[in-house]
């Protein structure tokens, strides 16, 4: 009943003698909101750029939207989203601009840009501030944007990295709500954040430590399992053993 | 008691071509005391702490550190404190040991003179001494910067989100650090995002959109919660989110946690009503659980009411 959209098995990237993702696997079911949680420095980025086909692995298998990692990353580039903290959106383009251009790079018809990106302006309510630009608008709202046009091209799965760093904490949960509506919607949320609550959010989570997922489980049960009342005591736990 | 205060800060204005960043902000921190200002991006915090460290002047308003008005006798000021800016700007190519005596030496002394106040902080990065900055992990840069920080041997510390980005192993290694620090005299101030670092200050500022949004003790401001707070557990976030937007009297809704907490005026929603309403809407899996507000409900409230008014 279950389909699985990510399946990824002793999955390897090794830069020289160092090993930054070391044989992970997991499975990610399609509408569930993942944790991808670790330290710095575990192998996060490695991985995600893995599966969004960016970086290719050196051993190991994955299918990602039903696609191979190691041979099909241009499908698999299409088939998701993507959006950080740090790379989103052009300051110096307008709301309309951007809507447009990421539009046009995924692919979208001119028709099916302008109705989506009509729908999704009105959706976050800034029909007067369309114009203007996206450097002028509050991190917040950018932030929104940056995950509204992420999902633009009805992506079957959403890569978030740190998405909500330095965010308040209204507009941060704002965010979560735009992340349940989309995964209610069938899109699939593969998130990393350092917020321990949001762990809590996520369906299910895994958390790596020196390139290895270390913890694997539902936020309730990795709580049951180390005996805790709070994923940030997990994570310490899993972390510093 | 003037001369309990290590810092007071009055009426602080800061504008930067459009924005007003710091908008009449007044503060008092003690001597010996580890104070937090917390806040998201934008809030004002870096503003305030690159003033308070003597690196910007404000349009006007008073600030005086260790009895000494920062704007200007900066000289003397800089001599007794230590900043930790932000974002990590010490040399990459100079090596741990050599950023060290840089800083030792800016400030006449050298790392020996000083080793044993540094010694618990360096000896983690000891074994590493030789190697350069730029090639050092994320803890290890935080543990190298407050070391240089620290080197002239300061009455008092101005650290500005030193754990951002940082993941919460290295981050409560960094504040058992401070917490080490505050034991032997140190005046604190610390800036951070993260709500939840809170409870480890003797007193935080609340900050959002250039103003102070509170002043206490983590406890006081938890106890001062002016709402009625519920809680519902539930594996149904998004329809049980949905389904609360529409009650009558529940004037926030929003997902905390593992929970979401419905916030109401006091007398206004019962534990009672609250059931009555969720079964009428044919919610099922979900319990209403006990929760007491903690730092971030109040920050979310205290925003709230500054939008509202």
Same mark, same amino acid.
């Given at each position: 009943m279950?389909?699985s959209?990510?399946e990824?098995?002793?999955?390897?990237k090794?830069?020289?003698?160092?090993k930054?993702?070391?044989s992970?696997s997991?499975?990610?079911?399609?509408?569930?909101?993942f944790?991808?949680?670790g330290?710095n420095?575990?192998g996060?980025?490695?991985?995600?750029?893995?599966?969004?086909?960016?970086?290719?692995?050196?051993?190991g298998?994955?299918?990602v939207?039903?696609?191979?990692?190691?041979k099909?990353?241009?499908?698999?580039k299409?088939?998701?989203g993507?959006m950080?903290?740090r790379?989103?959106l052009y300051?110096?383009?307008?709301?309309?601009e951007n809507?447009?251009?990421?539009?046009?790079i995924?692919?979208?018809k001119?028709k099916?840009?302008k109705?989506?990106g009509?729908r999704?302006?009105?959706r976050?309510g800034l029909d007067?501030?369309?114009?203007?630009?996206?450097?002028d608008?509050?991190?917040?709202?950018?932030q929104?944007l940056?995950?509204?046009?992420?999902?633009?091209?009805?992506?079957?799965?959403?890569f978030?990295d740190?998405p909500?760093?330095?965010?308040?904490?209204i507009?941060?949960?704002?965010?979560w709500?735009?992340i349940?509506e989309a995964?209610?919607?069938g899109i699939t949320?593969?998130?990393?954040?350092h917020?321990?609550d949001?762990?809590?959010?996520?369906d299910?989570?895994?958390?790596?430590?020196?390139g290895?997922?270390?913890?694997?489980?539902?936020?309730?049960g990795?709580?049951?399992?180390?005996?805790?009342?709070?994923?940030?005591?997990?994570?310490?736990?899993v972390?510093?053993p | 008691m003037?001369?309990?205060n290590?810092?007071?800060v %009055?009426?602080?204005? %800061?504008?930067?071509?459009?924005?007003?960043? /710091?908008?009449?902000i007044?503060?008092?921190v003690?001597?010996?005391?580890?104070f937090?200002?917390?806040?998201?991006?934008?809030?004002?915090?870096?503003?305030?702490?690159?003033i308070m460290?003597?690196l910007l002047?404000?349009?006007s308003?008073?600030v005086?550190?260790?009895?000494?008005?920062v704007?200007?006798?900066?000289?003397?000021?800089r001599?007794?404190?230590g900043?930790?800016p932000?974002?990590?700007s010490l040399y990459?190519?100079?090596?741990i040991?050599?950023?060290i005596?840089?800083f030792?030496?800016?400030?006449d002394?050298?790392l020996?003179?000083n080793?044993?106040?540094?010694r618990y902080i360096y000896?983690?990065?000891e074994?590493?001494r030789?190697?350069r900055?730029?090639?050092?992990s994320?803890?290890?840069?935080? %543990?190298?910067? /407050?070391c240089?920080?620290?080197?002239?041997?300061p009455?008092?510390?101005f650290l500005d989100?030193p754990?951002t980005?940082?993941?919460?192993?290295s981050?409560?290694?960094?504040?058992?650090?401070?917490q080490?620090?505050k034991?032997?005299?140190m005046?604190?101030?610390v800036?951070?995002?993260?709500?939840?670092?809170?409870?480890?200050?003797?007193?935080v500022a609340?900050?959002?959109?250039g103003?102070?949004?509170?002043?206490?003790?983590?406890?006081?401001i938890?106890?001062?919660?002016a709402y009625s707070? /519920?809680?519902? %557990?539930?594996?149904?976030?998004?329809?049980?989110?949905?389904s609360l937007?529409m009650?009558?009297h529940?004037?926030?809704v929003y997902?905390f946690?593992?929970n979401?907490h419905?916030v109401?005026?006091k007398?206004k929603?019962?534990?009672?009503? /609250?059931?009555?309403?969720?079964?009428?809407?044919?919610m099922?899996?979900?319990?209403?659980?006990?929760v007491?507000?903690d730092?971030?409900?109040?920050?979310i409230a205290?925003?709230n009411?500054h939008v509202?008014?």
């Open positions: 279950s389909n959209i990510i990824v098995e002793n999955l390897t090794r830069f020289g003698t160092f930054a993702v070391d992970i997991l499975e990610v079911k399609q509408g569930e909101i944790g991808f949680l330290a420095g575990a996060k980025t490695t991985a995600m750029k893995m599966l969004s086909g960016l970086l290719s692995p050196t051993s298998k994955a299918m939207a039903g696609f191979d990692v190691f099909q990353q241009n499908q698999i299409k088939s998701i993507y950080s903290q790379f989103s300051d110096d383009l307008t709301i309309k809507i447009r251009f990421y539009g046009g995924y692919g979208l001119r099916q840009w109705e989506k009509e999704l302006i009105k976050l007067e501030v369309e114009g203007k630009l996206l450097k608008l509050p991190l917040g709202w950018k929104k940056a995950f509204s046009i992420a999902i633009l091209h009805d992506p079957k799965i959403v978030l740190e909500t760093g330095g965010v308040d904490p507009t941060r949960r704002q965010f709500e735009m349940y995964a209610h919607d949320v593969f998130v990393t954040t917020y321990m949001e762990a809590e959010y996520c299910r989570i895994s958390m790596m430590v020196d290895r997922v270390e913890a694997y489980d539902t936020p309730e990795l709580k049951k399992k180390y005996g805790v009342k709070t994923m940030n005591e997990v994570f310490i736990k972390a510093r | 003037e001369n309990q290590a810092v007071i %009055k009426n602080l204005v %800061k504008t930067y071509a459009h924005v007003e960043a /710091l908008k009449e007044s503060l008092n003690k001597k010996g005391e580890l937090g200002v917390i806040g998201p991006d934008g809030a004002g915090k870096t503003s305030l702490f690159r460290s003597s002047l404000p349009d308003g008073e005086n550190v260790l009895g000494i008005d704007t200007r006798d900066y000289a003397s000021v001599k007794k404190m900043y930790m932000g974002r990590f990459q190519d100079l090596s040991e050599e950023n005596n840089l030792a030496s800016i400030y002394t050298t020996e003179e080793y044993e106040n540094i000896s983690q990065i074994p590493f030789k190697r900055a730029g090639a050092l994320g803890g290890m840069k935080q %543990k190298l910067a /407050l240089c920080a620290l080197v002239h041997s009455e008092i510390l989100e754990t980005g940082v993941d919460a192993v981050r409560s290694e960094f504040w058992e650090i401070l080490m620090l034991k032997r005299g005046t604190i101030l800036s951070t995002p993260y709500m939840d670092e809170a409870s480890l200050c003797d007193r609340l900050m959002q959109d103003r102070i949004l509170s002043v206490d003790t983590p406890a006081k938890t106890d001062a919660y707070l /519920l809680a519902i %557990k539930t594996n149904e976030k998004y329809n049980m989110l949905s937007r009650l009558e529940a004037t926030l997902p946690g593992e979401i419905v109401s005026d007398g929603l019962t534990n009672e009503e /609250l059931t009555k309403y969720l079964n009428d809407q044919g099922e899996n979900w319990e209403i659980v006990e007491a507000p730092i971030e409900d109040c920050f205290l925003m009411q509202a008014a």
